[in-house]
């Protein structure tokens, strides 16, 4: 149960469902990948781009990040010490992966348009979901979470609204290097949108993952 409610451009709120942000909408022969972390996306690019081309319909690759992108390492993405488990800390962690989400989208979203590819890239804050086990390592925060998040925050179906909006609403057709939350266009921290932090986390992204 979410008691918050606030009308919004899109129409939809932090309570619309999955089910009502794709109400009516026919989704045949729209391609989109829904993912994370940058290897899998690359795998995937050449042939989403020759189904795009060949179909004539947009693709859309949308990226999970969360509102923890707001609280990173101080320096952001930490490239000299990815691997360093002295100085590693479980919250500035996690707000460096979803950084790095959306860095990737707005980066691929910018490469995608100067290709001239009908794919859009976007990033989203889900939102905060019930019945999830995101603190089951933290025992007492994980149990005062349990007894008051269902009051607070988004059942399963409010949870997957996002996403399903950016994959599949008509409202977003050509919409892309963008973020999104409860179903609308939102802001991200200062640093999501540093275009020289973007490129450089793509090229170290790509000498992690290319083959040697």
């Known amino acids: 149960m979410w008691i918050f409610e606030r009308k919004s451009p899109s129409g939809f709120s932090a309570c619309s469902t999955a089910e009502e942000v794709t109400e009516g909408i026919d989704g045949t022969g729209l391609t989109a990948i829904v993912t994370g972390h ?39 993405i930490r490239f000299d010490k990815m691997n360093d488990k002295s100085s590693y800390s479980a919250i500035p962690a996690y707000g460096q992966s979803k950084l790095a989400n959306i860095l990737h989208a707005n980066e691929l979203a910018k ?17 905060v979901i019930f019945t999830t086990n995101l603190l ?41 290097g963008e973020y999104f939350c409860d179903s609308n266009l939102a802001k991200p921290s200062t640093l ?21």
């Open 38 to 76: 940058f290897l899998l996306t690359n795998l995937l690019l050449e042939t989403m781009k020759s189904t795009a081309r060949e179909s004539q319909k947009e693709g859309r690759i949308v990226n999970l990040s969360s509102t923890g992108h707001q609280y990173p390492y101080r320096e952001g």
């Open 136 to 176: 089951r390592h933290h025992g007492f925060i994980d149990g005062l979470v349990n007894m008051i998040a269902k009051y607070f925050v988004k059942s399963v179906p409010q949870g997957a609204a996002t996403t399903c909006y950016v994959a599949l609403h008509p409202q977003v057709k050509g919409v892309s």
């Open 111 to 127: 490469r995608l348009k100067e290709e001239g590819v009908e794919i859009t890239a976007n990033s989203l804050h889900p939102g």
């Open 192 to 212: 999501a949108k540093d275009e020289e932090l973007a490129k450089k986390l793509w090229n170290f992204s790509l000498s992690l993952t290319e083959p040697k």
